[in-house]
């Protein structure tokens, strides 16, 4: 026949003639790596054996740097010099003469330092940039801050330094020279130490055309190429301007011939009929010998007379 049991906080308890109680000083440690820590396992009963198991399942037996001693109902696992794969459960285990089993559990936890973080940036606004941060491993412990260092890559400078809370992704440097290449180093810091340092290297832009980004920046591409396309009829209307008043030429002089023919045609026939009067009385002037034919006041009253005739004759017409 079976004996019944109880369950009581994670202890199993035989109600017959012999029950084992096992209980460990501590249900969680945590230490950092190269620590040492010790365990006591306290059985209530009469045990026969009391055993410690790893992480892995397998039963530990003493070596240099963990020892198992054991002293009437208790135990004790002592782990030097601690690394990161001893983290884990621990069971320590006992039985009695007729083989029941009991045991309880212990938690480990190392802490070490934080893994570098991953680092990557891009040309913030100005003389500035962004540097990106990803936290990778952080040791078991959370991550307290940041610190980053740069310079440029003229080794003769002086390294900057930053620092930022760990639950910041990104840290802006300012104040940069353009067209330099920095070098920058980034360590992640926990309460047991810090990473080793990721390195990150960048290059600024060359300095920007000034004017240009004072003109355009904020413009859409409707608005720069309207200022282009007036910026092209200006032009044409300067040189149209210049071709009429140097050469008589262009899309003015053009316009002005249309509007003004007219008054330039009687212009015109006037000036000629001026100057034809003028060789006319120089040629009646004189005969063949070089002799007065004509008296002046005679000729004029002739040529006057004609033109009146061609101005009638016009304005029939």
């Known amino acids: 026949m079976k004996l ?30 190269g620590q040492s820590k010790y365990f006591t396992c306290t059985v209530m009963g009469d045990p026969d054996t009391i055993d410690w198991y790893n992480p892995q399942g397998e039963k530990i037996m003493s070596s240099q740097r963990v020892v198992v001693q054991r002293e009437g109902n208790r135990s004790w696992l002592t782990i030097y010099n601690a690394n990161v794969d001893d983290a884990g459960i621990y069971r320590c285990q006992a039985s009695d003469s007729v083989g029941h089993l009991q045991e309880a559990t212990v938690v480990l936890e190392i802490y070490r330092e934080p893994s570098p973080p991953y680092v990557h940036g891009q040309p913030g606004g100005g003389k500035s940039f962004k540097i990106s941060i990803t936290k990778q491993d952080d040791g078991g412990a959370p991550i ?42 980034i360590t992640a810091t926990n309460r047991l130490g810090h990473s080793e340092p990721a390195t990150y290297e960048f290059t600024m832009p060359p300095k920007p055309n000034i004017i240009a980004d004072t003109l355009f920046n904020g413009l859409g591409i ?7 396309v007036a ?15 140097m050469r008589q030429c ?47 006041e005679t000729i004029e009253i002739k040529i006057s007379n004609d033109i009146i005739q061609t101005k009638e004759s016009d304005s029939k017409a």
Request: charged content about 25%.
């Open 144 to 185: 307290l801050n940041y610190v980053i260092k740069y310079r440029s890559k003229d080794k003769e400078d002086q390294w900057m330094e930053k620092k930022v809370l760990g639950n910041k992704d990104y840290i802006i440097l300012e104040h940069l020279q353009w067209n330099m290449g920095y070098e920058v180093q």
């Open 231 to 245: 910026a092209l009829l200006l032009i044409l209307v300067v040189t149209d301007v210049s071709c009429f008043f």
């Open 222 to 228: 409707g608005a720069v190429i309207g200022l282009a």
């Open 250 to 296: 262009g899309l003015l002089m053009c316009i002005t011939r249309r509007i003004c023919g007219k008054k330039s045609g009687s212009s015109g026939k006037s000036k000629e009929l001026e100057e034809g009067k003028a060789a006319y009385l120089k040629l009646l002037l004189k005969e063949e010998n070089g002799k007065e034919a004509l008296s002046a």
């Open 4 to 33: 019944p049991y109880l369950y009581l906080f994670g202890l199993l308890i035989s109600s017959g003639q012999a029950f084992l109680q096992v209980t460990i000083s501590l249900s969680k440690v945590e230490i950092s790596v």
